[in-house]
C-alpha cells in the first residue's frame, strides 16, 4: 500500500482507495476510449474482501467524521473544490478519454462539479426548534449523520455526479464509498484519490469493479444509505437489495423529457436551443429533451428549422474542433441504440434528420429526428439514451399536457412559449420533478433534484438532498430539574 500525502496526481496508474492508501487488485480491467476502440489503462477489480475492508474503514471513520464541526466540515470540503479546480484540465482530459464527451463539454463538467462542492458546502443544516415558549421544555428538530453511505455513479456525468454524492455525505458527517461506472472508472478513482487531501482515511473511499460490485455494496449490512443515479431497471434491483436491510435510498433513475413548444414562439431561435438540449452528450443524459411536442399551427416551419439546426450540429472525436457530438459511450449502449434506429428504419418510420450509422472505430451515431411515429412506438415510449427523437404534434394546450403526462417517467420538461404567463402557467400542470420554461437543463447546487413516477425516489442536492444523508431527530429537552 502506499500513503498519500499532497494532492499531486499520477494519470499514469489508477488504484482502489481504501482508508487513506492506494491499494491495487490481483485482477485488472480496462476501459475503452469510444470514440477510437483503444485502451485505456488497466483498473482494479474489487473482491469481497476489499469490499469488507472498506466498509470496516468507513463505519470506523464515520465515527470520528461525524463528530467534526459542521464548519470545519465545510472547509475541507471547500479546500478540496480549490484542488480539483487546479487539476481539472487533467480531469477533462481523461473525462474526454474515458466517457468520448467533447473537450468542451469535459470542461464544462468539471466546472460544474466544482461549482457543486462549493455551493453545497455552502448550505447549512436546518435546527428546528419546535417550541420555546413553554417555561417547562424546548422541543428541538435537528439531523444527525446516518453513518456510511455508498454512491453508485452512472458514465454519462462521471465527475459531476460523484461530487453531488460526495459533498452531501460529507458535510453532514457520514463516510461515503464510491463505486465509479465499470465503463468510466478513470476519473472518478482519481477524484477520491484527490480527496484524501483533505478528509481523515476512510471517510471518503473509492472501489472499482465489475458486475459483481454493486450488488455486494447494496447488498451488505454495514451501509445505512445507497444513493444511486441509473437506469430505472438497475434502480429497481438497487430497491430491492437495500429492502433487506431497510437502507434508505435516494434513486435517480430515468426520464422521456417532453418539451411542449407553442404556436408563439420564436422559431428561429427556439429551434436550434431544442436541437442541442435533445443531442446534448449525445442524447445521454437522463434529462435530455426526448419527446419534442410542437403546436400543429407552426409544425411543419418549426420542423424544417429543426432539421436545419440539426444538421449543423458536428459528430467527431473530443478534441477535433467545433464538435458538438461525442460517441455513444460503450459498445452495449451502442448496441441498444442501434436497435431504434433499425425499428425505425424496419417499421418505415419518416425519419427526416440523421439516421444513418457512420462506419469506422468508435460508437458514433448520427443525430436523428423521426417526424411523428406511433405514440405507442417504442421511440415514443422508451428512453433511448441516445441521439434519436420523435417530433410530434398537438392542437390545444390540455392535449399537450397529457401526451407530456403520459409516461412511466417524470424526471424533467419544458414549456416553451413568447407567452410567460402562458408557460409559467402549463409548467404547474406537468408531472415532472424539473420543470423549466423557454429552457431546459439548467440546475443549481442549491435546488433539491429528482423525479416523479419511476424516475426516482428521493432528491439530491439543495438542502433536501443534505437531509437525505441524515436521520431526523426530535428532542424533548428540559428546562427545569425534576
Not at 22 to 28: F, I, K, S
Not at 313 to 324: Q, R
Request: glycine share 8%; net charge negative; proline share 7%.
Amino acid at each position: 500500500m502506499e500513503s498519500i500525502t499532497h494532492p499531486t496526481l499520477d494519470w499514469t496508474t489508477y488504484r482502489n482507495i481504501m482508508n487513506g492508501k492506494l491499494t491495487t487488485t490481483a485482477e485488472t480491467r480496462h476501459g475503452i476510449n469510444p470514440a477510437t476502440g483503444q485502451e485505456n489503462p488497466t483498473v482494479p477489480v474489487s473482491t469481497k474482501e476489499d469490499v469488507e475492508q472498506a466498509m470496516k474503514a468507513a463505519k470506523e471513520a464515520s465515527k470520528v467524521w461525524a463528530t467534526t464541526p459542521y464548519t470545519e466540515r465545510q472547509k475541507a470540503l471547500l479546500a478540496y473544490a480549490d484542488a480539483l479546480e487546479a487539476e481539472s484540465q487533467a480531469f477533462s482530459d481523461m473525462l474526454a478519454r474515458e466517457q468520448g464527451k467533447p473537450m468542451q463539454f469535459a470542461k464544462m463538467e468539471l466546472d460544474l462539479s466544482v461549482q457543486w462542492l462549493r455551493g453545497i458546502a455552502e448550505l447549512e443544516l436546518p435546527v428546528q426548534k419546535i417550541e420555546d415558549d413553554n417555561s417547562d421544555r424546548t422541543i428541538i428538530v435537528r439531523y444527525t449523520p446516518l453513518g456510511v453511505a455508498v454512491g453508485i455513479v452512472p458514465w454519462n456525468y462521471p465527475i459531476l455526479l460523484a461530487v453531488g454524492k460526495i459533498a452531501p455525505a460529507v458535510v453532514t458527517g457520514n463516510a461515503i464509498i464510491i463505486k465509479p461506472s465499470p465503463f468510466t472508472p478513470y476519473g472518478g478513482l482519481k477524484l477520491i484519490e484527490l480527496a484524501q487531501s483533505f478528509f481523515p482515511p476512510g471517510v471518503v473511499q473509492a472501489l472499482s469493479g465489475d458486475d459483481n460490485l454493486g450488488p455486494w455494496l447494496t447488498s451488505h449490512p454495514t451501509p445505512a444509505k445507497i444513493s444511486f443515479t441509473g437506469s430505472t431497471f438497475t434502480g429497481k434491483k438497487v430497491m430491492e437489495s437495500a429492502s433487506k436491510t431497510l437502507k434508505r435510498v435516494t434513486l435517480e433513475l430515468g426520464g422521456k423529457d417532453p418539451a411542449i413548444v407553442c404556436e408563439d414562439v420564436n422559431i428561429d431561435e427556439v429551434a436550434p436551443q431544442i436541437a442541442q438540449l435533445a443531442f446534448l452528450n449525445s442524447g445521454q443524459i437522463c434529462i435530455a429533451l426526448k419527446r419534442i411536442f410542437v403546436h400543429e399551427k407552426i409544425f411543419d416551419e418549426f420542423k424544417a428549422a429543426l432539421i436545419k439546426a440539426t444538421n449543423r450540429l458536428k459528430v467527431g472525436e473530443a478534441n477535433e474542433p467545433d464538435v458538438f457530438l461525442g460517441p455513444i459511450q460503450n459498445k452495449m449502449q451502442y448496441e441498444r441504440v442501434k436497435g431504434f434506429y433499425e425499428e425505425v428504419r424496419a417499421e418505415k418510420y419518416n425519419v427526416v434528420a440523421g439516421g444513418e450509422t457512420p462506419t469506422g472505430p468508435g460508437y458514433f451515431l448520427t443525430p436523428t429526428i423521426v417526424d411523428r411515429p406511433p405514440l405507442d412506438s417504442r421511440l415514443v415510449v422508451e428512453e433511448p439514451f441516445g441521439p434519436i427523437v420523435p417530433l410530434l404534434s398537438y392542437s390545444s394546450y390540455d392535449e399537450a399536457v397529457d401526451l407530456a403526462n403520459n409516461t412511466l417517467y417524470g424526471l424533467g420538461a419544458s414549456i416553451w412559449s413568447g407567452s410567460v404567463e402562458r408557460a409559467n402557467e402549463l409548467a404547474t400542470r406537468i408531472e415532472a420533478g424539473n420543470v423549466w420554461v423557454n429552457t431546459h437543463f439548467e440546475l443549481d447546487p442549491r435546488a433539491p433534484f429528482g423525479g416523479h413516477k419511476e424516475s426516482g425516489i428521493g432528491t439530491e442536492w439543495g438542502v433536501g438532498g443534505l437531509v437525505s444523508y441524515c436521520n431526523s431527530q426530535t428532542l424533548f429537552l428540559k428546562k427545569s430539574k425534576m
